[in-house]
């Protein structure tokens, strides 16, 4: 900018100097101009003074001589007199001064003419002596003087006004030289000035320069020493560059794949279209995040590829950056650890949830009574194993939170019963330690979004920390309250805190502070840690508040939410229905019977509502105004998150068409409510008498199922998949419970068996062993041995029953 603003100030200030120059001779023209004026005005008085000299020798030389011939220049001067008089008038007119002294002058040559005159009329008339007397009086001499001190001062006046107008000149003359030479010098400065800028700017550049090829000669270094492939794109898709990591990778040469299409190496963007359309980096959205994809070499073997691109705004266009990584150990190594956990997993798993369960019925008398003594040590056996069930699924929820791969099922629910069944689950274990768990909440419902059984395991590890950490006689206290907008539970005991140099690892992995108290409590020191991936994961907080005692609290914070269902009869219900009046009265019914009522007009109305919230039961018209009702059934039905929505058909029309479809009920116009609210009830709570196929190669825990869904329906065992396919050819089961490791196969297998005719039978998997995410979605409901209850088994067949078909 410096250097910018003296090479424009250079020729402004040279452009100025120009002015003043010319300006300056401008001057000297006008100077030089007035000059020649006043010298034309001097000329012009002398030629009137002249004029009169020559009329006043003619006359003297008449009366002297008396000869005629004196009187022509007489004459040709007093006739040349008159003209010369009024240009002198009109050159001197501008002077005021002068002005009258051309009038002074005027009145004396009048006064001469007349004096010249009366002698030349004397001599004529009377003769010599007569025009000598005249003469002789002097009027004559005295009006010349006159006449020549008039115009003597007009000269004078003259010379003066030139003599001022030549210094006033010299002034401007010497101003402008002065201004001009501080201009030039200025521009002279301009330009030195100038010059040094430009000389800096020069080693600046070079200095840029230098530093750009340093940090282009390390960016190539890092460039071709990371072990990461690196690949640039212009805005088609095609390779511009590539690193010698991609070279090793992919087994080709750069002369080789530039100007090549980057699907040779990896299908970044298949489909139609522009290549930065299909890539689909909207805004930065998908900029650096690791997205996996399948590599090809030279020698077209394949290899799993963690690709994270990157964008570059250049003037033709967005360019793409490719951080390629050969990820086949990785892949290696979480496979050979999955198998290892599921291996443990199941061979653990399988044998615990028998073992609790056999001791389970036995506590509850499903042998018949039992003695104290016999009692006490099947209580210390069921102690010991949930203690070790505990530790197992510890390592494994840590596991599946470093993978990223634990599930949640989200669903309203009111927080104030997950506080209270935790400390039902904690009553006993509490009362062997002598420590009363105290229990506070609101009357209201604390309604949050949230999985039920994970809030328990973070309600229930909390409540056992500090149930092992009080004082005989001790209490703790888990209050449930509304904080500032976010449903929160707060547990407090009475024990000895927690120090203040522990705290900052707190909520770390296999974190146990120093101390007898801590060893004596024993514990895996995982679980603040897998409390706070949950709570987290509920987009909410755990941590360490303030104590009013000296002991520990902790608080959990989850965002509110809506109300939870509570009697089985309650459930949010969707109803499509075009008819205002209809839907009026349907509706009422409905509410009156504790149903929450969400209600649409057309197919796409209702597609949208079950998008956005969750429903527990649909109530459909068939003739909409965008379509036919049972197209909007078909659709859920092959619709992985709503298969399972219950449909209770609501029409005038007969019962055409309904064996294509799976409804719960076909209620014809009028309605009668009682009926319909009785069929939305019932389609929610699944009751009826179930037919379920238990496949299991477990003789054991197949007895304990048995006798737990005692009640709920009539239980089928196979242990095998010949035997499973087998049962499901012989009669087709409501709902199937089924496990993942099988003598001759895999569980999942079965799928295509139970599914594959088109018809939604509900799937449960109960197996020790982890699933893939992608058979998570074939399933209606996953659950983990060892993990939860028979009681939360039986409870998921009954949600899950199927509605019956109706013809």
Avoid at 117 to 133: K, P, T
Avoid at 165 to 181: C, F, H, P
Avoid at 713 to 729: F, M, P, Y
Wanted: proline fraction near 3%.
């Amino acid at each position: 900018m410096p250097t910018v603003l003296a090479l424009v100030l250079a020729p402004a200030l040279v452009l100025l100097a120009a002015v003043v120059m010319m300006a300056s001779l401008h001057g000297v023209a006008v100077t030089r101009a007035a000059e020649e004026r006043s010298f034309e005005r001097q000329a012009q008085i002398q030629r009137v003074f002249s004029l009169l000299q020559d009329a006043e020798t003619g006359a003297r030389g008449y009366v002297i001589t008396g000869q005629e011939e004196f009187l022509e220049p007489y004459g040709a001067a007093m006739a040349g007199l008159q003209d010369q008089m009024q240009t002198l008038e009109r050159e001197l007119s501008a002077s005021p001064a002068q002005s009258g002294r051309v009038v002074r002058l005027k009145q004396q040559i009048a006064l001469k003419a007349d004096h010249m005159a009366e002698g030349i009329g004397l001599r004529r008339r009377v003769g010599l002596d007569a025009a000598a007397a005249q003469v002789a009086t002097g009027r004559g001499k005295r009006a010349m003087d006159a006449i020549r001190d008039t115009v003597a001062e007009m000269m004078q006046a003259e010379a003066a006004a030139l003599r001022e107008r030549q210094a006033a000149a010299m002034r401007r003359e010497r101003q402008a030289e002065l201004v001009s030479t501080i201009l030039l010098a200025l521009v002279l400065a301009n330009l030195i000035a100038a010059a040094l800028l430009v000389r800096r700017q020069n080693r600046s550049r070079e200095a840029v320069v230098q530093a750009l090829e340093q940090q282009s000669a390390r960016r190539e270094a890092i460039f071709e020493s990371t072990m990461d492939a690196i690949v640039t794109l212009n805005p088609s898709g095609t390779i511009e560059t590539i690193n010698t990591a991609a070279e090793r990778m992919f087994g080709y040469s750069r002369e080789e794949l530039v100007r090549r299409d980057s699907s040779l190496l990896v299908d970044l963007a298949p489909g139609e279209g522009l290549f930065l359309q299909r890539l689909g980096l909207d805004g930065n959205r998908g900029l650096g995040v690791a997205r996996e994809f399948t590599g090809r070499r030279s020698d077209g073997t394949t290899f799993p590829a963690e690709i994270a691109l990157g964008a570059m705004k250049l003037g033709d266009g967005t360019h793409i950056v490719a951080a390629i990584r050969d990820v086949t150990e990785r892949k290696t190594a979480e496979r050979l650890k999955d198998e290892f956990v599921s291996t443990v997993s199941h061979e653990l798993r399988t044998p615990l949830t028998s073992i609790a369960g056999s001791l389970g019925l036995l506590d509850a008398g499903a042998a018949g009574e039992l003695p104290d003594k016999a009692r006490r040590l099947i209580y210390i056996a069921r102690t010991s194993c949930d203690r070790l069930v505990r530790l197992i699924n510890d390592l494994l929820d840590i596991q599946k939170i470093s993978s990223g791969k634990i599930a949640f099922d989200m669903r309203p629910l009111d927080l104030r019963e997950a506080a209270e069944r935790a400390a039902e689950g904690l009553g006993g274990f509490a009362a062997e330690r002598q420590v009363r768990i105290e229990l506070k909440g609101p009357q209201a419902p604390l309604p949050v979004i949230g999985d039920f059984d994970r809030l328990i395991q973070i309600l229930s590890n909390l409540l056992s920390n500090a149930v092992k950490f009080s004082p005989e006689g001790g209490v703790v206290t888990m209050t449930v309250a509304e904080i500032r907008g976010r449903a929160c539970v707060k547990v407090e005991d009475q024990g000895p805190g927690v120090p203040e140099e522990f705290q900052a690892s707190l909520f770390g992995r296999f974190a146990q502070a120093d101390g007898s108290s801590q060893r004596s409590a024993g514990g895996s020191g995982l679980g603040l840690a897998i409390s706070r991936e949950i709570a987290e994961r509920h987009r909410g907080v755990l941590r360490l508040a303030e104590s009013s005692s000296a002991g520990a609290c902790f608080l959990l914070e989850l965002p509110m939410g809506a109300a939870a269902g509570g009697e089985p009869r309650q459930g949010r219900v969707l109803l499509c229905e075009d008819d205002d009046h209809a839907a009026e009265v349907i509706g009422a019914g409905l509410a009156l019977d504790g149903f929450q009522v969400e209600r649409t007009r057309t197919i796409a109305e209702a597609e949208r509502a079950l998008t956005a919230a969750s429903f527990d039961a649909l109530v459909l018209d068939l003739h909409l105004p965008d379509g036919d009702g049972l197209s909007l059934v078909r659709r859920l039905r092959e619709d992985v998150e709503h298969r399972r929505l219950p449909v209770v058909v609501v029409t005038g029309d007969a019962l055409a068409g309904l064996s294509s479809v799976s409804v719960a009920d076909w209620i014809v116009k009028p309605v009668d409510l009682v009926r319909l609210r009785d069929a939305v009830s019932a389609a929610i709570a699944g009751r009826r008498d179930l037919d379920i196929l238990h496949v299991d190669d477990d003789a054991d825990l197949a007895e304990v199922v048995r006798a737990s869904l005692a009640g709920a329906g009539r239980v089928r065992t196979a242990v095998t998949l010949s035997a499973a396919r087998r049962a499901i050819q012989l009669r087709r089961p409501d709902l199937v419970i089924l496990d993942v490791g099988l003598p001759d196969g895999s569980g999942l297998d079965l799928l295509p068996d139970i599914n594959g005719d088109g018809l939604q039978t509900p799937v449960i998997v109960y197996s020790g062993q982890e699933i893939d995410e992608q058979m998570v979605g074939q399933v209606q409901a996953v659950l983990t041995k060892s993990r939860v209850s028979f009681d939360a088994l039986a409870n998921t067949v009954r949600a899950l029953a199927a509605p019956k078909e109706t013809a």
